[in-house]
């Protein structure tokens, strides 16, 4: 980092220090970048989407890419394990249920997992209730298992590339709010903080909810909705029933969806419903359970997981969805010395690999991932008639 006059230069600036913008931070520093990271709030906060305890991390996707992308992650997790010495990925399998006529097709998955040459096991209702007696299930229902699906710490991964981002140069800076983005004629741009203006050659914006803050000061936006989900903690009589390795994580693959967990770091299963809650003004919303929203939930789960017992606590988490559901990795159109990264709510698998992916368009202008299905300029970021879907 250099100052000179009231003005700081950097070679990249990365705006949103979540879990994507952390990896991004990690990957420009240790490629010998100088790096500076800004979070509009303290790090670790609540009002995203990288707090908590877990997240899934699995094979199982609705299209080829996404397969290849997922094998990436492994890799990639793999490598930040061995980076900052500590283990994140915990195997425990897991399951993708799908209810007679589903509203989610089973054959989507089987086909993408098959074209890539990823194994999986397909179960009848009977055999999962066979080998993991805590489900009661439908007639007729089809699982498709990954034996190597996974839990991946949310708030302590994020952290873990936080710190290995510091170690390598990066400076992130908390409380750091961009007011402003400029592109400068001879080159780079000035970014308005409350420090004062950083002068940069690049920008990644990961900043999530709050992303056309910065982009429409560049003359650009995506359309994107904001729903504030809530995930639910329950209390097991009998937890050692739900302990990883007797019990699976699992997605119930119907509209309404939900997805849950084993018992991680203590003796309760976290569940949630996907896109459930309303869509909200990030900058409005509020942090409280909303009650009917958890006894949806615990209703789903008195009926196919019986013995998972009561409702202790709730938190809310916010989502930010793209129309198709889909990524965003990608220059900005006509400005691609901005770099845009975005999970649409369900991104934190593949974190690490945002970092990379995002760090290969900042530095060199490409990367050698096939990203096409996640440029900005795609129809269902620039047809204002396409129709969203955000069941994957």
Known sequence: MTVTGATEHADFVVIGLGALGSATCLE????????????????????????????????????????????????????????????????VGGLDLFPPEPAISPVDYTESLDEVGIDYELLTAAGVMHRWPQFQLPDGLIALHQADAAI??????????QDLARSHGAELRELSPVSGVRELGGGGFEVDTPQGVLHCGGIVVCADAWVNDVLSGLGHTIPLEVTLEQVTYFEPERPEQFAQGRMPLWIWMDDPSYYGFPSYGEPTVKAAQDCGGPVVDPDQRGSETDEEMQARLAAHLRQMLPDSGRPVRSLRCQYTLTPDRDFVISPVPGLESVVVGMGAAHGFKFAPTFGRLLADLAVDGRTTTDLSAFRMDRPALTDPDYQAHWLV
């Open 28 to 91: 420009l520093a240790r490629r010998g970048q100088r790096v500076v990271g800004l979070e509009r709030f303290g790090l670790g906060h609540s009002w995203g989407a990288s707090h908590d305890t877990s997240r899934i991390l699995r094979h199982s996707y609705h299209t080829p890419d996404y397969v290849r992308l997922t094998q990436q992650a492994y890799g990639d997790w793999a490598r930040l394990e061995r980076d900052a010495g500590t283990s994140l990925v915990s195997v």
């Open 152 to 161: 991946v710490p949310a708030a302590r991964g994020t952290r873990v590339m």
